[in-house]
């Protein structure tokens, strides 16, 4: 019986295009793979066009958006290859695996590259501490992501972590992967020729994550437990054998070209690698190793982990199958590159799929979902707050570093093995997340951000902070920034509502992009993350890739000074609008968001910079989540230093000390130094708020770290 | 100059090895060869054996109990019996004991979690090849990364293990005191490290090769590669 395109997740006029296209009807397994491969997940058609509007070059960038992950160039001949992408739906219904998979699948995005991977991040946004069931995911995904990376051996360096009841049932797992490769090794998967051969080596492929993509483009069900087979099982011993193995049959130089087998599997990495070489490509169903019988569709959309698509000239693949036989890995040929443009499958000799290789991957027509602003925003002026006394101030500070969002995250990160490859030179639990890289002695310098309360607020302007707030930190640390890789993670597009949001979003990504030279490279998409009982909150995450100044050592947020003064750069008040204070102390007020500045941002970088270059401070911290009172906490519990505020200078408004938005960084500055710190910033707003001193964090006299305050959030201190 | 060389054993899975070469070769600037497990015989002049860190075989099964079985493993068991020194580090340790180089095993940690961190272990004996630089009651500070850590003896066993010495390494606080606060991951008596009656064959849960570079955090792992470099320059000197 043939299939209904609509169940195949195909809308009518899609499947019109498609009969046209043909000039026939498509067989089943061709409908079956052309509803995977023209899903939301696959072809980006709801959002194609958008993100052509996202800036991908600079200086930097030596591979931009288009292959399997971007790549910037960090000097002597060699490149970081890095992505994120999400890993959402899996996770919600099988957290473990979901996250597990999530982060072996970004592994083999940055080996498609040639690359060898030396470093993970995740963005974690899970549902409330208080919900049992979203704090068993929680505790899943994390189980998962350290189950897979510390096998691996890749160590997870950093990330963010932040809880709200919108992702109750909804948790977004985006996994960020960093690879090292030298630059005239990049591998492409544009660069396959007629005649080559098509060479599958990892796992046995089963009926795992069949359509898998097409699950990840809808909504999730009220039952989740039904689409337990659209999840995949990761085995991260296996990717550990893969990874070696692939990097040595390169470093062999017998690889033409290679695509990880990720959603729809064998047919996007053979049609995605046929379509950009411009050539055809004819897979032997038959020739595939199974471990169960298997429909040739099936075998065709298997999202089976632990796989990678190699093309090779005939003359090398003794010595390719030897080197996978000593990995003791499975490796077949599975077919052969042709030259007639087509994506071919045959099962016994017959051709069971045969499709334009084009159609297949970049076929889908683009939607354009309508846009409309949601409900006017209130138009009122903003009442200006009340000034806090020192008791409410301490009472305020004590809340928000009580919020699992601001706590500290040791409980989680100690879970995975940071260290492992010995470069991480600052580890987890820091503002910035930086690794050495022994080949050309330089210190890479990596961030993630994700604020999906300033985006709800204003998308345009919080979309734009969640980039600034990946960026300073970097700066404040002493990194120029090389480019950036991003995951757009919102609810269904075709509410026109959300999809203004999405827009609106993507505007503000953009805007950063261009105005601070600051280039997407690469980057994922991950719509439709809602179930019955409510939707995600807009949630662009962004990561951001610097190089450290090899001359000198990076700034770090915090440091055990003895005396010496404490500064706030930038302006006064920050702003209250989506803050840890809104949220947390005056949940229901109306604060009104920040607004993007480009030229102050520009400068503050610039002196941010110098202040590292001229070695003028002794630590510094970008101030963000928490604002200005919560940045001083941290760096006094985790120095155990003490800071005495001068009262004279600060105004006690929560504007001023909770409030958030805009580039704001407090800097310890040793007495000598003074004159030196306060050059590089003349022309700024730049106060002396306060001085080092032997304990606590005193304010007009009053001390806002009292013991119990210091005792649970100080972490574990070995 | 005769120096040491180092064989460093490489399982599938196995995911120290390339650290604890770049740590031997940063210290004390001598060789290291990376050894498949599938060989039968080590490089000849092989001064220290090493099993490395990782997964070897995935932990499948058991942890350590499937790299135990490569080809390998009878040279290193000769190397062991020559005298010479054999360390095992983190999934090394667990493959020495299903070996049965040491005795033991070792258990999930008690807080059933994976902990990465630095810790501070306290060195117990100075006299063995692995710990010649260090003083006795000298406290480290070293990384450790493992799931299973919790070493395991029956209790008349583990008696009879400290009444003959044999704990070299014992987790504690930076000041040096031992006891169940200090122990991350709940072996007894604070355990971290043991080495073999004849005192050749070091099993230890921290990483030294972690703690080589003051960049990376620690330079406390240094003196130990330093340690097993004497031991040997001065037997070949013999």
């Not at chain 1, 996250?99 to 963005?123: E, K, S």
């Not at chain 1, 796992?203 to 999840?231: E, K, M, W, Y």
């Not at chain 1, 890479?444 to 902070?465: I, N, R």
Request: charge should be negative; proline fraction near 6%.
């Amino acid at each position: 019986m043939r299939p209904d395109h609509r169940a195949a997740g195909l809308s009518d006029a899609e499947y019109g295009e498609i009969v046209r296209a043909l000039g026939r009807e498509p067989e089943h397994a061709e409908l079956m793979i052309l509803g995977v491969m023209w899903s939301e997940h696959c072809s980006y058609k709801s959002t194609r066009r958008l993100l052509s509007t996202l800036p991908t070059n600079g200086e930097a960038v030596v591979q931009g958006p288009g292959e399997n992950a971007g790549i910037v160039d960090i000097g002597e001949g060699w490149g970081i290859a890095f992505k994120v992408e999400s890993h959402n739906h899996p996770s919600a219904v099988a957290p473990y695996q979901g996250a597990a998979t999530g982060v072996g699948g970004i592994i083999r995005d940055v080996l498609a590259m040639g690359a060898r991977p030396v470093a993970l991040l995740d963005g974690l946004c899970l549902g409330e501490k208080s919900c049992p069931e979203a704090d068993a995911l929680a505790d899943g995904i994390v189980k998962g992501i350290a189950g897979y990376g510390n096998a691996v051996g890749v160590p997870t360096i950093g990330g963010k972590t932040l809880y709200d009841r919108c992702y109750n049932g909804n948790p977004l797992v985006n996994a960020m992967c960093l690879g090292l490769v030298p630059i005239d090794g990049i591998v492409s998967s544009r660069t396959a020729r007629p005649g080559q051969l098509a060479v599958l080596i990892g796992s046995r492929t089963g009926r795992d994550g069949i359509a898998g993509a097409a699950f990840a483009s809808s909504g999730l069900a009220d039952d989740t437990r039904s689409s337990r087979p659209q999840v995949q099982i990761g085995d991260p011993f296996v990717e550990k054998l893969l990874v070696e193995c692939c990097l040595e049959i390169h470093s062999k130089g017998l690889i033409v070209a290679m695509q990880d087998m990720g959603a729809a599997g064998i047919t996007s990495s053979s049609s995605e690698i046929a379509a950009k070489s411009g050539t055809g490509i004819r897979i032997d169903a038959d020739l595939v190793p199974l471990r169960e019988e298997m429909e040739t569709w099936e075998i065709a959309l298997s999202e089976s982990q632990e796989r990678m698509l190699l093309i090779a000239e005939e003359g090398a693949l003794e010595e390719i199958g030897s080197i996978a036989d000593r990995w003791q890995l499975d490796w077949a040929v599975i077919g052969k590159v042709t030259d007639d443009g087509l994506f071919v499958m045959t099962k016994g000799g017959r051709e069971v799929v045969s499709l334009p290789a084009e159609m297949v991957g970049g076929g889908c027509p683009p939607v354009q979902w309508p846009s409309c602003k949601p409900s006017a925003e209130a138009e009122g002026q903003e009442r200006p707050s009340d000034p806090l006394d020192p008791g409410g101030t301490e009472r305020c500070l004590f809340t928000i570093l009580e919020n699992p969002n601001l706590a500290e995250r040791s409980r989680i990160y100690r879970q995975y093995d940071y260290m492992v490859q010995t470069n991480t030179v600052v580890p987890p639990g820091n503002s910035v997340s930086i690794f050495r890289v022994r080949e050309n002695r330089s210190l890479v310098a990596v961030t993630m951000e994700v604020d999906p309360w300033k985006c709800s607020l204003d998308p345009f302007a919080g979309a734009a902070e969640t980039f600034l707030k990946a960026l300073r930190p970097l700066w404040v640390s002493g990194a120029n920034h090389l480019g950036m890789t991003n995951c757009l993670n919102f609810p269904s597009p075709e509410d026109p509502g959300n999809h203004w949001i999405l827009e609106r979003s993507v505007s503000g990504l953009a805007a950063v992009a261009r105005d601070l030279a600051c280039p997407v490279v690469s980057g994922n998409v991950s719509l439709y993350n809602e179930n019955p009982s409510g939707k995600i909150l807009p949630s662009p995450l962004v990561a951001v890739v610097g190089l450290q100044d090899c001359n000198n050592p990076p700034l770090r947020d915090r440091e055990s000074i003895e005396a010496g003064s404490v500064f706030l750069v930038g302006d006064i008040k920050g702003t209250l609008g989506g803050s840890a204070f809104s949220r947390i102390i005056t949940p229901g007020a109306e604060h009104k968001p920040g607004c993007y500045d480009p030229s102050k941002e520009k400068d503050f970088m610039k002196r941010a910079l110098k202040t590292v270059r001229k070695e003028a401070a002794s630590a510094g911290r970008a101030i963000a989540g928490g604002g200005l009172m919560t940045s001083l906490a941290k760096m006094c519990i985790t120095a155990d230093i003490g800071i005495g505020l001068d009262s004279t200078v600060l105004d006690t408004t929560p504007e001023c000390l909770f409030g958030e938005w805009g580039p704001r960084a407090v800097y310890l500055v040793p007495e000598r130094s003074t004159e030196l710190f306060l050059s590089c910033w003349e022309g700024f707003p730049v106060r002396r708020i306060g001085e080092i001193t032997p304990g606590g964090l005193t304010l007009e006299g009053h001390e806002m770290l009292p013991e119990e305050t210091r005792a649970g959030k100080a972490g574990r201190k070995l | 100059m005769e120096t040491m060389r180092t064989s460093v054993i490489v399982f599938p899975g196995s995911n120290c090895d390339r650290d604890v070469m770049h740590a031997i070769s940063a210290s004390t600037g001598t060789m290291t060869d990376l050894v498949w497990h599938e060989h039968r015989t080590l490089p000849r002049d092989t001064g220290l054996v090493i099993l490395p860190g990782g997964f070897s075989y995935g932990d499948y099964l058991r942890c350590g109990a499937m790299a135990a079985k490569s080809p390998i493993i009878d040279a290193v068991i000769k190397h062991a019996s020559s005298g010479l020194p054999v360390l095992g580090i983190c999934n090394g340790f667990q493959v020495l004991t299903e070996i049965g180089l040491l005795p033991g095993a070792l258990l999930a940690n008690t807080s059933l979690d994976f902990i990465c961190d630095f810790c501070h272990v306290r060195v117990e004996r100075e006299d063995t090849p692995f710990t010649g630089h260090y003083r006795k009651g000298e406290v480290l500070r070293i990384p450790i990364a493992h799931y299973e850590g919790r070493f395991y003896l029956p209790e008349e066993q583990l008696r009879t293990l400290e009444e003959e010495g044999l704990v070299v390494f014992r987790y504690c606080s930076p000041e040096g005191v031992t006891g169940e606060d200090f122990t991350p991951n709940g072996s007894p008596n604070g355990i971290a490290g043991i080495i073999n009656r004849k005192g050749n064959v070091l099993g230890m849960m921290p990483h030294p090769e972690r703690a080589t570079e003051s960049l990376l955090g620690s330079l406390d792992g240094a003196p130990l590669w330093g340690s097993v470099n004497s031991w040997i320059r001065g037997r070949l000197g013999e």
